[in-house]
């Protein structure tokens, strides 16, 4: 095995500077270095994928296709060098030449390719395959630009394009040798062949040329290097010159204006399906892509179709390549010619299905006509399978039309893919243990009755090397120093610093660290902000999408009171707290825009009240993303993970905050509950509705909060100050919100969300933190505990699960 070489290293920076651009180290610029950096650690990288693959391919080995229309991977090269293990290394080489890494990595663009806990899974997911050694791919969309950039202007959010790839992408290899071509539209024609089967042809279709680009995934420590795939389109070459009436020129023209515009943007989706015809071009483009080239793969080295389920899985992250189900069909049927009871057995053994919502709008169903017009072959095979299914339906509950209406894939005019995915699949998970079970009891519960074995449970996990060793270098060598090193490929083995949790002195050091976090935040708040916030104070930190049922606006409310606390007796007993809110909210999603400026109205209020004396900051973090959250985790003093419970899946930034030692203000709702069940009650702080309780008042049609607005005076002030201008002069702003509460809105629920249901239990809460945070050894040995307890939610241990029982892989 090749070892990372220094002189050599040291060489290739200068030369790369020279072959790219022409200049010296002085000459260039930081961009030029970070690229000749970036190209030296790559070229060190392509030997180890090269030995990887021949590995591979020498054993034969299955492979995980794990299929997302989302990879949120943050940075790459700071990760790639800690997974090298060569960050000492570089870092000498780059001060020899008078460089510095930390500076060089902020030079590199921050790939937003998603939206938030689901795309950044999968790139956990990623790195944990690569450390463990399981044979992997990725496989996404290339979009031009990803997420769009967020800028705060006046207090709105407004969207800027996020244009990733200005300078090119120096750790992404073009394959223009494993291209594919996809086709769209046109209609279907059958013709019997010459042993009386039938055939079908599609015809006069639009195609598009996929083209992978494959950008190398490294493990930990282990030299071992998978792939991240993602897929750019190109427009098909039957631009002929020669030949061409004008039918076929304006066919050239539409190719090319759908290969141009396929994999422009990423759709900010929002646990929101929004049924717009490119997103479906966009599935349907990378998953025929992947699974035509995974089908080719195979068919390499192996001579029997029928078994590919031995070698290749399928994982559906999401509903999002469900058409995976139908394509893969179609090849089976169309390409290899296997009859249809071969093609499904195939089909079933070989995709699996991870859902991460119940919230009902985010499961996507496409008109049929949309659907059938766009994929005319694909439609027939999914209304094949449909039609079968029902049989099989009929069969067990005869007559039972709701079985019908709740599990047919076609239905009212719809596809239904989740139906589709869960009928495709041999497996079907959720993504906490809480999740499972709705899923079981509720939301699937005639899917459960009937396929019971399908069902699984894969508790989510972060990768400890991004957000432990990476984010927070001072609190991981503290760690390693006290209890070795193990944790950073095996995260239980952090259980061992709990024995510091009551020693004083390590109490003050675990302390000492956190405050050098806090100051390193502090400076880049006062950098991107200007507001000057005090590091001695509580750092209370929300950072996620902005969603209703997230409850950033729980958090603000509260904010508003208690500053109308403060206002009101000034003596009162507080301890200073700097709240940190930070999160995007998708373009259209009015209300979440709403609370956005919102949050920064009441910033601007409550930080330029002198009167107050700084004891209360509060702070918007513009542009939320991979790279700033590896500042802000190892900050955070408190992580609030407040959704109403039975709506947030899972939720992965609660047990980055873990990782780093915050404590947790939460509802007892998605993987909150497997953190309680680790820390225990005297570790963390709940409040709220469970979900039970939320359940069950939506059984009923909710509740009534104008019952808590009138009896209740201090929630009746601060839902008065949304509409009487105290925060902001334009008093129809807040409207929305003031109405959603109050259910002022026609045919809406009123407070969906029991914001002011969980308002006092929040409160309280948030009151015993105050207290808590002055016992600094009873915090600090809390927050000692918490991170050792955060061994359960390694995105290893997530990996292990689903290869051994979903997956089936080995490890090589
Ligand atoms: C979704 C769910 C989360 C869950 C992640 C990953 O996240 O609860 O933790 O998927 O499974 F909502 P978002 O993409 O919606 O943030």
Not at 132 to 137: K, M, Q, R, T, W
Not at 640 to 659: D, H, P, V
Not at 723 to 731: L, M, Q, R, T
Request: aromatic share 12%; hydrophobic share 40%; net charge negative.
């Amino acid at each position: 095995m090749k070892e990372f070489n220094k002189t050599k290293f040291k060489y290739n920076v200068e030369n790369y500077l020279k072959i790219l651009f022409r200049k010296s180290i002085e000459e260039a610029s930081e961009q030029q270095i970070f690229q000749a950096v970036s190209y030296s650690i790559k070229e060190y990288i392509v030997d180890l994928w090269i030995e990887t693959h021949k590995e591979y391919e020498s054993r034969d080995v299955k492979f995980v296709y794990y299929l997302s229309m989302e990879f949120l991977m943050g940075r790459v090269l700071g990760n790639m060098i800690i997974n090298l293990k060569a960050d000492e290394t570089v870092r000498e080489v780059l001060e020899e030449l008078g460089l510095n890494l930390n500076s060089i990595e902020e030079e590199e663009a921050d790939p937003a390719l998603g939206n938030g806990g689901l795309g950044r899974l999968a790139a956990c997911f990623l790195d944990s395959l690569s450390t463990l050694g399981y044979p992997a791919y990725g496989c996404g969309i290339r979009y031009k630009y990803g997420m769009f950039e967020q800028k705060i202007e006046n207090g709105f959010q407004i969207e800027v394009p996020d244009n990733w790839l200005k300078y090119g992408n120096p750790f992404e290899m073009k394959r223009e040798e494993y291209a594919q071509e996809v086709k769209f539209g046109g209609y279907v024609r059958m013709e019997r062949d010459g042993e009386g089967r039938d055939k079908f042809i599609q015809e006069n279709y639009q195609s598009v040329i996929a083209i992978p680009y494959d950008i190398p995934i490294v493990g930990y420590g282990n030299h071992i290097v998978n792939t991240l795939r993602i897929w750019d389109a190109k427009e098909a070459n039957t631009f002929n010159l020669d030949s061409f009436d004008k039918g076929d020129y304006l066919k050239a023209v539409e190719e090319k204006n759908l290969a141009n515009t396929i994999c422009e943007v990423l759709y900010p989706n929002d646990n929101h399906y929004a049924g717009k015809e490119l997103r479906l071009k966009q599935q349907y483009f990378f998953v025929s892509a992947t699974i035509q080239r995974a089908v080719s793969k195979y068919m390499e080295n192996h001579k029997d179709i029928r078994k590919i389920h031995e070698k290749v899985c399928f994982q559906l992250n999401d509903t999002h390549p469900t058409v995976t189900v139908a394509e893969l069909m179609r090849i089976l049927l169309d390409d290899y010619n296997l009859s249809w009871e071969e093609a499904w057995e195939i089909t079933n053994k070989t995709c699996a299905y991870t859902n991460h919502t119940i919230m009902t709008e985010a499961l996507e169903k496409w008109p049929i006509d949309l659907f059938s017009k766009l994929l005319p072959r694909i439609y027939q095979i999914v209304d094949e399978i449909n039609r079968r299914f029902l049989l099989v339906v009929e069969s067990r509950y005869p007559g039972d039309k709701l079985k019908i209406k709740n599990m047919a894939i076609l239905y009212g005019g719809e596809v239904r893919m989740a139906n589709l995915a869960i009928i495709g699949s041999f497996s079907v998970n959720g993504v906490a243990k809480i999740h499972t079970e709705i899923l079981k009891e509720r939301e699937l519960k005639d899917f459960y009755e009937m396929y019971s074995e399908k069902f699984n449970n894969k508790t989510n996990g972060i990768t400890q090397r991004r957000f432990l060793l990476h984010g927070n270098p001072l609190l991981a060598e503290w760690i390693s120093k006290k209890i070795g090193d193990e944790w950073i490929t095996n995260l239980p083995a952090i259980k061992k610093i709990a024995d510091y949790a009551e020693d004083m002195t390590a109490q003050k050091e675990f302390m000492d660290i956190k405050y050098k976090n806090k100051i390193r935040l502090a400076d880049y708040i006062y950098k991107h902000n200007g507001i000057e916030v005090d590091p001695n104070s509580i750092f209370d930190v929300q950072v996620k999408r902005l969603h209703e049922y997230k409850r950033q606006l729980l958090n603000i409310l509260h904010i508003m009171h208690l500053y109308n606390q403060l206002k009101k007796y000034p003596d009162m007993d507080f301890y200073p707290r700097t709240f940190i809110l930070g999160g995007k909210a998708s373009a259209g999603y009015k209300i979440a825009k709403a609370i956005i400026k919102l949050i920064n109205s009441v910033a601007d209020v409550i930080n330029k009240d002198e009167s107050i004396n700084g004891k209360i900051k509060v702070v918007f973090i513009e542009n939320y993303r991979v790279s700033n959250a590896e500042l802000i985790f190892p900050a955070a003093d408190v992580s609030e993970q407040i959704s109403t419970a039975s709506k947030e899946a899972s939720g992965t930034g609660n047990m980055k905050f873990m990782l780093n030692g915050a404590l947790t203000v939460g509802t007892m709702d998605g993987a909150n509950v497997e953190i309680f069940e680790e820390v225990g009650e005297e570790n963390m702080f709940l409040f709220g509705l469970s979900s039970k309780e939320v359940m069950e008042y939506e059984l009923h049609g909710g509740y009534d909060p104008k019952e808590i607005y009138d009896s209740d005076a201090e929630i009746q002030l601060v839902l008065d100050q949304l509409i009487n201008g105290c925060y902001f002069p334009d008093h129809g702003l807040f409207n929305d919100i003031y109405k959603s509460l109050l259910g002022i809105h026609k045919n809406e629920k009123a407070d969906p969300y029991f914001i002011l249901k969980d308002f006092h239990s929040y409160e309280l809460a948030q009151r015993k933190i105050g207290k808590a945070y002055r016992d600094t050894g009873a915090w600090a040995k809390s927050a000692i505990i918490n991170v050792a307890k955060s061994g359960k939610f390694s995105s290893d241990r997530t990996i292990e699960e689903y290869a051994a029982e979903i997956w089936k892989l080995k490890k090589i």
